[in-house]
């Protein structure tokens, strides 16, 4: 019978996705950056029958807002919305102060696809910048137009835009009457949209982490009865576990290579950085110390290891070079500086710093050492780095309720993405989801 | 007075004994009982007896009722939660008092147990993670050093993932910050 519970248990956690209740993520723009650019972004003319599959322009919109870079003209305050360039008259978006006009089609394609096609106009030099399309199924639509704010984004800031990626978050709703609480890992668009529930259980998730191709995640689940490390692939749902150790099984950290996964284990005593080769399981030890070391983070070369340990008597980032196997102290400003996570630059690291006694998110120049605080809540963690390195999403409280929200690394901009109900934490920025 | 505080144990065993009866297969008439009596005392017994009824629950039928009898009241003497400072694990005086309690009921039994490691919400959820099991590990080793072998403790660390109280402040912070000492068997 209790077998039978636990085989019950065990499908239970595999009918992913089916079924599942995903929490709903909502956006809430707190500020933007100061002189934004203006920008209007006007209904793409849908040239099928029925009704249009999405507003795509409400996402691309909705997109460029939340970048804090950009101020979007209002629909009701356009004077006319054409679609294409002959329809586009100049005056009409000066009156605005407008100063880039983006405008588009929405095509139906054979097969349930759906094509964007697109155009951005400098209104002031009263030239087109650029034009293109993406194309895909129909029921990718918002992703075709996170590409479309991406390609605007590029052309604008000269930075890559990140908004046709994902986030991986934890949710976790409360049990009821002594009931327990149910972990919901899941997967959404970057704006919060879509969520896809990937794993839910009645025992903790904790700490997903990408595969460098986005093709799997890794995480830490209770299921098991005590911690262990799981990898996952999305598409598929298959699971393999991948450490079942006596203690800490934690923090999976993919190397950019894919290859290797730093993780901390305690087997041997104390909580301690592990190497784990994944084609043949072997793990190497990389700190030997009676301090707690954990929360490892690859560098974008893969040659070093950035990682929180107390082997100074408080938590602070440290940093183990692969080749030469030394351990080189990173922060000194504060007495809690902790979880650190690197941006594709190599140079601009994100992490957990108590400053009295509140935690904020941080972020570190590694060339320069300059620390500079970028949050001012109370219990701000989990800093997760977009992979253009323009934004960090974290995790913090607020009226009790764990809530996901995002600034960008450059200061100013902030957008809150609370769920509609639970709590939400430990947000995981994908990697491009694409080459290019 | 025997009569009553059976009764009070009974209840306090069928706390968190809905699912053990849930998913065993020997499930006693008493056991059922015991469960009903839950319904209604859940409400008023403390979140320390919680836990030690659920070992006492998992107990199988044939382990010494009266060595049972002996851990039963040490649970109900102390508690079966011991509270930490803020990013310490050092054993307080209170828990000092309950784990001699406990070493002395346990060095009659060969009952396993499991130390269960929390922390509050501050600080980030890896390194609370390892500072759970700090705690655990501190409470194991001061019963390994006071006789009870190693190998019959488990450990186990849910850092802040398992909190009692949900507020923000010291008030919840210092019921989250805790080990719990379960009874296996």
């Given at each position: ?28 723009i707190t500020r933007g950056m100061d002189d934004p650019t203006a ?28 970048s804090g870079q950009f101020a ?335 600034v960008s690394?450059a200061g100013g901009a902030k ?22 | ?185």
């Amino acid at each position: 019978m209790r077998r039978f519970a636990t085989t019950v248990f065990s499908i239970c956690l595999l009918l992913v996705a089916i079924g599942a209740r995903a929490s709903d993520l909502t956006i809430e723009i707190t500020r933007g950056m100061d002189d934004p650019t203006a920008i209007a972004v006007v209904p793409f003319a849908w040239q099928g029958t029925g009704a249009a599959p999405e507003d795509v322009s409400a996402v691309i919109e909705s997109d460029l807002l939340r970048s804090g870079q950009f101020a979007p003209v209002a629909r009701g305050d356009m004077l006319s919305m054409p679609s294409a360039q002959t329809e586009v008259f100049y005056r009409d978006w000066r009156a605005l102060n407008t100063e880039y006009l983006l405008i588009g089609k929405m095509s139906p394609q054979p097969l349930n696809g759906l094509r964007l096609d697109y155009e951005l106009f400098d209104v002031l030099r009263q030239a087109r910048v650029f034009s293109g399309f993406e194309s895909g199924p129909a029921t990718d639509a918002r992703m075709l137009a996170h590409r479309v704010a991406d390609k605007v984004y590029e052309h604008l800031t000269g930075i890559r835009g990140a908004f046709a990626t994902r986030l991986l978050y934890v949710s976790v709703t409360r049990g009821q009457d002594g009931a327990k609480d149910t972990y919901r890992l899941t997967m959404s668009d970057s704006d919060g949209a879509r969520p896809i529930v990937l794993l839910e259980s009645r025992e903790p998730l904790l700490t997903p982490a990408w595969a460098p191709d986005a093709v799997q995640i890794a995480y830490v689940s209770f299921e098991t009865g005590r911690q262990a490390i799981f990898r996952q692939d999305i598409a598929t749902g298959k699971r393999e576990q991948l450490t079942n150790f006596k203690g800490l099984n934690s923090s999976p950290a993919w190397s950019p290579d894919g290859k290797t996964m730093a993780m901390v284990l305690s087997k041997d005593g104390n909580p301690d950085i592990y190497l784990m080769d994944l084609a043949t399981r072997s793990l190497t030890n990389i700190t030997r110390n009676y301090a707690i070391d954990t929360e490892p983070a690859w560098m974008p070369d893969g040659q070093s290891i950035l990682f929180t340990s107390d082997r100074g008597g408080r938590p602070q980032i440290y940093r183990y070079d692969l080749a030469s196997q030394t351990t080189t102290r990173v922060t000194f400003e504060g007495r809690y500086n902790a979880r650190a996570r690197v941006a594709q630059d190599g140079r601009n690291v994100v992490l957990v710093h108590q400053q009295d006694g509140a935690f904020n998110i941080a972020l570190l120049d590694l060339v320069t050492d300059r620390l500079q605080i970028l949050t001012s809540t109370q219990l701000d963690e989990s800093p997760s780095i977009a992979p253009n390195g323009s934004m960090v999403l974290y995790a913090t409280k607020s009226d009790d309720r764990g809530i996901l929200a995002a600034v960008s690394v450059a200061g100013g901009a902030k957008f809150r993405l609370p769920a509609r109900d639970g709590d939400v934490r430990e947000p995981a920025w994908s990697p491009y989801l694409s080459a290019n | 007075m025997k009569h009553l505080s059976h009764i009070c144990k009974l209840a306090a065993i069928a706390l968190s004994a809905t699912l053990v009866v849930a998913c065993s297969s020997s499930s006693t008439q008493e056991d059922q009982e015991a469960a009903a009596a839950a319904a209604a005392a859940a409400a008023a017994a403390k979140a320390a007896q919680d836990m030690a009824a659920e070992s006492a629950a998992a107990e199988s039928a044939s382990a010494a009722d009266a060595q049972r009898e002996q851990l039963m009241e040490t649970a109900e003497a102390y508690g079966n939660v011991f509270y930490f400072a803020y990013d310490s694990s050092t054993l307080t005086p209170e828990a000092i008092t309950a784990l001699d309690a406990y070493i002395a009921a346990l060095k009659t039994t060969n009952a396993f147990i499991r130390l269960e490691g929390h922390t509050d919400e501050r600080g980030t959820r890896d390194y609370n993670l390892a500072l759970g099991e700090r705690r655990a590990n501190t409470v194991r080793d001061y019963m390994a050093l006071n006789g009870i072998p190693a190998s019959r403790i488990e450990s186990i660390s849910y850092g802040e993932e398992r909190p009692v109280a949900y507020g923000t402040g010291e008030v919840s912070w210092a019921q989250n910050r805790r080990v719990v000492l379960v009874v296996v068997n």
